[in-house]
């Protein structure tokens, strides 16, 4: 069937076992490699800094539009960095409400 | 000529659909391949029961080859408990090319670390990222990015081993931390192929662009999405997925180019693979030119070294590469239908040229367009059993379509390198070979839509 000679046997032995060898050393590695914790808490996750973020960050905010967005640019070109989130509501248009629903979101570098 | 590698990588692929069909635990095929050593140690002198053994172990590794690949890491993203709504902290690189469309950017992600808002975790694996936004990252970069983890649901994505995806909102929940990661040969290969892209992208219309991109980088992203239907169904949509064809022309390229610059014969051919490996990589090293790659490099050394070659031992050799790789390829339509063609037309033209006389043609003009239809005729025969059970669909015209197609669409390949060429020499010169590839490619496309038009050029059951 094969019709090999006895070298070209020995080859293919060979190679046979070296991939049952590496196959089975692949199979122990990934059998033994379980999840390992390195640290913890990352507080602003998935969060946005309203002192970098950009005008297209900042309409992913809830509640805050293109103009809203304008507006919080053009307060931190004026006064600078946020201090903390209550600072938002000296922005016009910027709510009690639009600043409850963004609290979650957002978070002061 | 002896056919060895025929038989292993038909016993090899034989192992891996039996395994997929025949649920045997590792353990089991593991003490059954060191029996059948253990006796082929003593047997392997044996003409007879030697072969036997030795077929029964290649055909057992085959089986633990798609047993192993399909057993997943501990650490692997797929057994990360998610929580659909939840943001996680992803570190990781750029594993592919990234494609933006439609306002959005997406990429392969080789992710090394995944937290919460409780705790980081060791992870690994690979996952699909769509980024919402158009993000200017390139291969190896090194991210750490947040967003929400997803199940795939089309089908192809977990063939492909990616179980899950990550999106992100905005860029700006992306931060690079380095680009260290990844293949340099492989880095610089992509953004060569960016930078053909753009050439192409800035020299022709769009829909001519995208269909050159396809055919010279396998880049399908931009070719409308009629115009590939209308492909499929008159079965020439091969060239628009660089195919073996494809190999051949950049390999005569190649080949004609180092001709031209007095290159000795020798050096020649041996300058002839790395290139050609070069552009199996920048068309994304699909099974058609992985197949089509190999198979050049083992004529070019048989050339090289005057030996024979044997179409079926160069083809196994690219089966066992390719599943030795990948097992789950075998179940890929694009593998099938590359080795079905490629075999029938191995198989069936050299009969139907001797049973038509073709050799006792004298006339080359006639001669040349009979042949390319027999060639035709045989890869219609060998994939057409495919093309009906996964489209459904019968197509008559494909040897007619592809008699006409193929022959253009390499004349499309060579005029795209040679305006590729001339954009880098002068803009006027660009100009004009620019007007050639736009007019091929129109003509193409006509003569495709013409041969839709021909009654029962095409049916679906």
Redesign the interface.
Known sequence: ????T?E???V??FL??I??LG??L??L???????????????S??K?SINT??K??LK?IPGVGEKLAERILDYRKENGKFSEPEDLRNIKGFSNRTLEKARGLIFIE | M?K?LV??ALLFSLGILASSCIKIP?AWL?LS?GSI?LA?IFL??RKFL???L??L??LI?GM??LN?YW??????IL??HYQSQE???LRGWVNSQPAAEDNRTSFLFRIE?I??????????GEILVMVK?ILQVEYGEELIL??TLHRPFRGYLRRQGIFRIARV??P??IRKTGSNKGWPIKRMILRFKSAIETRFESGLTPICAGIVEAMILGEEKNVPVKIYKDMVRSGTVHILVVSGSNVGVVGFIIILLLKIFRVPRRLRLILCVPLLLTYCFLTGASNPVVRATIMAVVFLFAYFLKRQTDIYNSCSLAVIVIL?LNPNQIFDIGFQLSFASVLAIAFFYPRLKDRFKLDQLKCRCLRFPAEGCLVSFSAWIGTAGLIAVYFRMVSPITVLANLLIVPLASIITLSGFSLLVAQSVSSYLALSFASVNEFLVSLLLSLNSLLLQVPHAYFYF
């Not at chain 2, 409780?118 to 992870?123: D, G, N, V």
């Open positions: 069937m094969l019709n090999l006895k070209e046997k020995q293919v032995l046979v076992v991939a049952l196959a089975g692949n199979f590695a990934k059998k033994f490699s379980p999840i390992r914790a390195i640290a913890c808490a990352n507080p996750l998935g946005i973020a950009d297209l960050t992913l | 002896k060895p038989w292993l590792l593991y391949a050593l082929l392997l002198k030697g072969e036997i030795l077929a172990l290649v590794c633990i080859w192993n057993v997943i890491s501990g650490r692997h057994r990360f943001v996680y902290v670390e937290a919460d808002d409780q705790s980081r975790q060791t992870c690994c936004g947040e967003g909102k905005s700006y929940f030795g």
